[in-house]
């Protein structure tokens, strides 16, 4: 489904992701672990197409395209999702009025007609129920004044309007309280099919007692020096990450 | 170039007088002496710094002194699509007062007057008498002066003591001519004690030739009076369009003027707001949207002459292309006017590198117990946040309409009337799609 071949990454001229392959099929679930600025959030952004991000070589294909020539919207509209690590607060625009522009823009691409007011309505609930977001919040403009946790469990509930083939989750577990972690990650599960992808990237072991990730991956320094399955998380929370480099 | 105006007073003031009224003649000859000696001001003048007068003025304009009536039946030419707002509408065609159709606007409250300013000068001298003049005599300004020397009629609104207007006033300014034209209208508007009225203004242009519209308005707001005061332009690009708004607020009365501007030529808006009583509230804002050769120039001043007044300005503007802006907020707490609450506030967003936009905050503060703040905010719509809508499948175009949207959302919340809220709303957000014509005609139509 997602295919990353020896991809390098630069931003102002620094090289941040340095060769890094990465295959994802089918209902996979990969977790992406690493210490701090080892480049996680930039190999998400860069598959979401963030233009302050220039890919210097390598690439990146989903089923079979070429995601490098896309703009960020085809590549949402293609099916991929990035729950942000720091969402963005847009003043101004209702939580409402963006969502429905983001579903109808989406069945655009999909040559299907927009959605009408009353589907639209009944298909937010739907949703905002599956992660028990308040309804205080979607009256509100996009993520303003939003607390930490609140925001994380916004970019969830997006996720589950979109419903995506290859959702990435960046830290989704920080920020969010005990409770909420488990409503998240019961919400992201129940949005699981066997045809759907998740990449998680996270620093803790706990989100992967929820989500359990068929491989685990450690980012260092730009590159993926070690791969395992689900034990390797066990494995870097007692050790930490010293004996990889 | 002034030449050309004196030589034009010289030999016609008997047929401007003739065709006005004794009131609005009385100033007429002091009006034209004073502009023959200041003339025009050059961009140089430090209140028409972003605005050049001359060349707006060198073109050869008709003026229409004998008072012929155009040919043009505004209620056939704009006809309403909001059935939904209800309004006392009434037309200003360039100068002169339109007389209304009386089954079509039913009748006035009580005591209400509404006509043009000639026949309120003929028919209420002493009322038209106790105002007009008083406002602009103090002022020095050639576009006040050049008004008085030569304008002849215009809108008379009179509202006494304690009527509050059931429905919004709509006062549609077109310009229609087959010739150049240059138009010099006058408003008087009396908002007596514990009166309330809206008055919404719509100016057009409608045919393809250079326009000259210098309106100068007096208002005067009573005690405890509510006066609501919404413009919108939609004007074309060879339409000059200046307009001075003077307004007097008297003890505890409350104002709003709200200004939006979606297509025009070059625009210019004196806006001055008087406070000579105390706890008067005053909220001015505006909505600029240009794009093209577009320019517009609000230039406002706030004086605090009484303690416990407050006054909010809001004015933001969406430039594109080689369009232009300037904003002057200037505001005045006198010694006496403490507890003062004055707050001003221009954002502006260029969507071009060649669309400019300059601000001057100017404030004097004579008192010590004041809150006074101003800022000013110039800049690109937000990458970030564009980028995380495009990674929700917004196209680049929608995620750009939708912060503009956002952007204009404040100032159109200010609007009092929701209905007309909704539709200004809507035109804002249609001109931003790049979807509004400059002879799309009044959609503002109330009947
Ligand atoms: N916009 C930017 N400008 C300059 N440097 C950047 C930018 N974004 C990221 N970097 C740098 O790239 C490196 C990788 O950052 P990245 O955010 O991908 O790390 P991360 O693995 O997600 O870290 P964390 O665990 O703290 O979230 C860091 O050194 C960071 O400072
Ligand atoms: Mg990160």
């Known amino acids: 489904m997602l295919e990353i071949k020896n991809l390098h990454v630069s931003i102002d001229g620094k090289e941040i992701l340095k060769g890094l392959s990465l295959t994802v099929k089918p209902g996979e679930t990969h977790a992406i672990m690493g210490p701090n600025g080892s480049g996680k959030s930039t190999l998400a952004s860069t598959i979401v197409g963030n233009p302050a991000f220039e ?3 390598g690439s990146i294909t989903f089923e079979g395209k070429n995601l490098l020539e896309k703009d960020p919207e085809e590549r949402a509209n293609e099916g991929i999702f990035l729950s942000f690590q720091y969402p963005v607060e847009i003043p101004g625009v209702s939580m409402v009025n963006f969502m429905r522009t983001a579903i109808n823009e989406q069945r655009k691409y999909r040559k299907l007609p927009p959605m009408s007011a009353s589907d639209f309505l009944r298909f937010m609930r739907e949703k905002k129920a599956l992660v028990d977001m308040d309804n205080k919040l979607t009256n509100r403009s996009v993520n303003e004044g939003f607390s930490g946790g609140e925001k994380k469990k916004n970019e969830i509930f997006q996720m589950a309007m979109l419903e995506p083939k290859l959702a990435i989750l960046d830290e989704t577990d920080s920020g969010l309280d005990i409770d909420a972690l488990r409503i998240v990650a019961n919400g992201v599960n129940k949005l699981k099919t066997p045809e759907k992808s998740t990449i998680l990237i996270t620093h803790y072991q706990r989100l992967l007692e929820y989500i359990v990730p068929d491989y685990v991956h450690v980012l260092h320094d730009g590159k993926i020096v070690k791969s395992g399955t689900k034990e390797l998380a066990l494995e870097l929370e007692t050790k930490g990450y010293d004996w990889l480099k | 170039m002034e030449k050309q105006y004196i030589e034009l007073y010289k030999a016609h003031h008997q047929l401007i007088k003739q065709n006005s009224a004794a009131i609005i ?13 200041m003339g025009f001001p050059s961009t140089k003048h430090e209140n028409y710094r ?11 304009y008709g003026l229409n002194f004998r008072r012929l009536n155009f040919p043009v039946n505004p209620y056939q030419t704009f006809q309403c699509d909001v059935p939904e707002i209800y309004s006392y ?5 360039n100068d002169s007062f339109y007389p209304p159709k009386k089954k079509h606007n039913g009748s006035l409250p009580e005591g209400v007057i509404i006509c043009g300013l000639k026949e309120a000068s003929e028919k209420y001298p002493e009322l038209v008498t106790q105002y007009y003049g008083k406002l602009t005599a103090p002022q020095n ?27 919004p006033v709509q006062l549609v300014n077109i310009m229609r001519s087959d010739v150049d034209l240059l138009a010099n209208s006058r408003n008087l508007i009396i908002i007596e004690k514990g009166a309330k009225a809206q008055l919404l203004v719509c100016d057009h242009a409608m045919d393809d030739v250079n326009f000259v519209a210098n309106r100068v308005s007096e208002v005067f707001v009573g005690e405890n009076a509510v006066y609501e005061n919404y413009k919108l332009e939609n004007t074309h690009n060879k339409t000059a369009n200046l307009s001075t708004v003077l307004i007097d607020q008297k003890e505890s009365s409350d104002t709003l003027t709200n200004l939006i501007t979606l297509n025009n030529g070059i625009s210019r808006n004196n806006i ?7 706890k008067c509230e005053a909220e001015l804002c505006g909505m600029m949207v240009g794009g093209g050769q577009q320019q517009i120039d ?16 809001l004015f933001k503007y969406v430039l594109d292309d080689v369009s232009k802006g300037a904003f002057t907020g200037r505001i005045f707490v006198e010694k006496d006017a403490q507890q003062t609450w004055a707050y001003q506030l221009n954002r502006n967003i260029l969507l071009s590198k060649k669309a400019k936009v300059r601000t001057r905050p100017q404030l004097e503060i004579y008192a010590d117990d004041v809150k006074c703040s101003h800022g000013a905010t110039t800049g690109q719509i937000d990458e970030q946040a564009l980028f995380y809508m495009r990674t929700r499948g917004i196209s680049l175009p929608e995620a750009r309409l939708l912060l503009m949207y956002a952007f204009a959302a404040d100032v159109i919340e200010n609007i009092r009337i929701p209905s007309l809220a909704n539709r200004m709303k809507m035109l804002v957000e249609k001109r931003l799609r790049g979807e509004l014509g400059m002879h799309e005609g009044c959609t503002l139509c109330m009947h």
Do not use: W
């Open chain 2, 89 to 93: 509408q009434f037309f200003v065609v």
């Open chain 2, 141 to 167: 300004d050639a576009l006040i002066t050049f008004n008085e020397a030569f304008a002849q009629d215009g809108f008379f609104m009179y509202v006494p003591e304690n009527v509050h207007m059931d429905k």
């Open chain 2, 272 to 278: 001055e707001v008087e406070m000579n009583g105390e």
């Open chain 2, 298 to 313: 609000n230039h406002t001043t706030i004086k605090h002459n009484k303690p416990n007044c407050h006054s909010n300005e």
């Open chain 2, 50 to 60: 972003y605005t050049d007068l001359k060349p707006m003025f060198s073109l050869d």
């Open chain 2, 25 to 37: 003649n009385r100033s007429r000859d002091a009006a034209f002496a004073k502009f023959e000696s």
């Open chain 1, 55 to 57: 890919v210097t070589s």
